[in-house]
């Protein structure tokens, strides 16, 4: 099992552009989350999915946008990146009674 | 809402000494409580988890934790740290009845001098 990818492990946008950070989970957990690290900060949940098709909103969601077309694969879509949005992502997954499995994370810098 | 807090954002310990953390939680219903490291460069892995049951719990490289429900808290320890414990501890919970939704504290960096 390879567990949580994530691609990239690292990327440099400018304000503006687009992009889309790549989850994928292969131990057929139902629920996946996307999160945010900031010093000081912790984890800040962006979006979660509790299954295919299936996906709300978390604490801080403005500029992201994620679908989940199969159990496997949960993608972050940033519309127009900002500075604001420089942060270490990580996609996390997990079933029902265990831990969260977390990716490598991506780290993002927006210029 | 769910909200979880550390006290301690940096704690500097010698080699040896004991190790408590604090975690408290906000929720009035049955949680989940879980404590993960993240060494330097790495991501986060579960150090120790409670679901029901004893509320002390053991996890791995020697800490525990204790469920205080009446206190809302979830406290880890160690009786004697290393060196390669080095390392940011978040403290999280979710929501017990087949809770999904996982909210983290703001984590507590941990600095064993040698």
């Known amino acids: 099992n390879a567990g949580v990818t994530q691609t990239p492990k690292f990327q440099v946008l400018k304000t503006g552009q687009s992009m889309t950070l790549q989850c994928a989970q292969d131990m057929n957990h139902e629920y996946m989350s996307w999160y945010r690290q900031d010093p000081g900060m912790g984890l800040r949940l962006i979006h979660y999915?509790?299954?295919?098709?299936?996906?709300d909103q978390g604490e801080v969601p403005n500029g992201y946008n994620v679908s989940r077309s199969t159990t496997e694969d949960f993608p972050l879509r940033l519309l127009s990146a900002a500075p604001s949005q420089t942060s270490v992502y990580f996609c996390?997954?997990?079933?029902?009674?265990?831990?969260?499995?977390f990716g490598p994370g991506t780290r993002l810098t927006v210029l | 809402a769910q909200s979880v807090s550390q006290h301690n954002h940096h704690v500097i310990l010698s080699e040896a000494a004991s190790l408590e953390l604090g975690c408290n939680y906000s929720?009035?219903?049955?949680?989940?409580l879980f404590w993960y490291v993240q060494y330097p460069g790495q991501h986060l892995q579960l150090l120790l988890k409670?679901?029901?049951?004893?509320?002390l719990v053991k996890g791995i490289k020697g800490f525990e934790a204790e469920f205080i429900k009446s206190k809302f808290s979830f406290n880890l320890r160690k009786p004697s740290v290393q060196w390669s414990d080095t390392a940011e501890y978040f403290c999280?919970?979710?929501?017990?009845?087949?809770?999904?939704?996982?909210?983290f504290g703001a984590g507590t960096r941990l600095f064993v001098k040698a």
């Open positions: 929720y009035g219903g049955t949680v989940n």
């Open positions: 999915s509790v299954g295919a098709g299936i996906t």
């Open positions: 409670y679901f029901s049951g004893d509320p």
């Open positions: 999280a919970v979710n929501e017990g009845t087949g809770g999904f939704k996982t909210i």
């Open positions: 996390a997954s997990t079933s029902l009674g265990r831990e969260q499995f």
